[in-house]
């Protein structure tokens, strides 16, 4: 029986999937009902692949 996450299901272009809860341990997109993508966050790892990289030194 699928048991539903609360946390936020993030879909990576260049790594695994990742949920905002620590406790989740199971990645799948059918346990989470809210799923964004990595170019929704401003400091992901995918987007320094980009060739046109900015620093962002803050
Ligand atoms: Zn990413
Ligand atoms: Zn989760």
């Given at each position: 029986?699928?048991?539903?996450?609360?946390?936020?299901?993030?879909?990576?272009e260049?790594?695994?999937?990742?949920?905002?809860?620590?406790?989740c341990?199971e990645?799948?997109?059918?346990?989470h009902a809210?799923?964004?993508?990595?170019?929704e966050?401003d400091?992901?790892?995918?987007?320094?692949?980009r060739?046109?990289?900015?620093?962002?030194a803050?």
């Amino acid at each position: 029986m699928l048991d539903a996450c609360h946390g936020t299901l993030i879909m990576h272009e260049l790594y695994p999937a990742e949920c905002t809860d620590e406790t989740c341990d199971e990645l799948s997109e059918v346990r989470h009902a809210l799923i964004i993508g990595c170019d929704e966050l401003d400091d992901c790892g995918c987007r320094g692949e980009r060739p046109q990289e900015l620093p962002r030194a803050s």
